[in-house]
């Protein structure tokens, strides 16, 4: 009886740390999704602005900033309670007798899940500071032409010439991002098509080796093949000086 009762304990907590496992990414689902526009919205609205209204970003930015951080900080937390709750999930499964094949499995998807969103989190934040820092010196360089232009008192062409040479070379950069992510798909998906031409030949060779009457067919209708291709071309050959020959005479 009373192993009965240890039995069902220990699989309520089991079940308990799953229940927490599921709410903690479902939380991480939605806040990755959630950062992910954050950070799309400071792109998209940071390259629509015109220069009069850079001060205006300024301030937008600094409320975006304090709004990303506090987001990083919640995702941050809920990454480290799901590397808790799967670390106690690992213990449990550690203290079966003998390892139980389904327990391994679930806590390995536990795993992998906390992994992806590790991962995903780790690209956003790391895309939005570099994006931030390009921002920032974009800026710098617009607050040094503002600068000029208010301290000469005159908007001469040259200025004018300076911006619209900035200008391109903005549209420049993004056509070469745009240029990059297209040929990093290119190469995973050629990377993918590889493996599975790979996988393709792996197999016939497998299945060529395992039934030698195949393989030996293959090659006589190989060998047939090359000996009508030689008598074809014999017989061409022939024919071709024989109609020389007779063209000739």
Known sequence: ????????????YWEDLRKQARQLENELDLKLVSFSKLCTSY???NNGLAINQRTRS?????????????????IEQLLAKLTSVNGK???????????NAALMHTLQRHR????????????????????????????????DIESYKSGSGVNNRRTELFLKEHEHLRNSDRLIDNAISIAMATKENMTFQRG???SIQTRVTTLANRFPAINSLIQKINLRKRRDSLILGTVIGVCTILLLLYTFH
Do not use: W
């Open 1 to 12: 009886m009373s192993t009965t009762n240890m039995a069902s304990s220990s699989s309520g």
């Open 89 to 99: 999930m690992a213990e449990f499964t550690a203290g079966t007798l003998p390892h």
């Open 43 to 45: 792109s998209s609205g």
């Open 58 to 74: 300024d301030s937008v930015g600094s409320s975006h900033d304090n709004l990303m951080v506090a987001m990083t900080t919640e």
């Open 196 to 198: 599975v031409l790979k």
């Open 112 to 143: 992998d899940i906390l992994q992806d969103y590790t991962n995903e989190f780790h690209k956003t934040k790391t895309n939005f500071f570099n994006l931030r820092e390009r921002e920032d010196l974009l800026g710098s360089v617009h607050r």
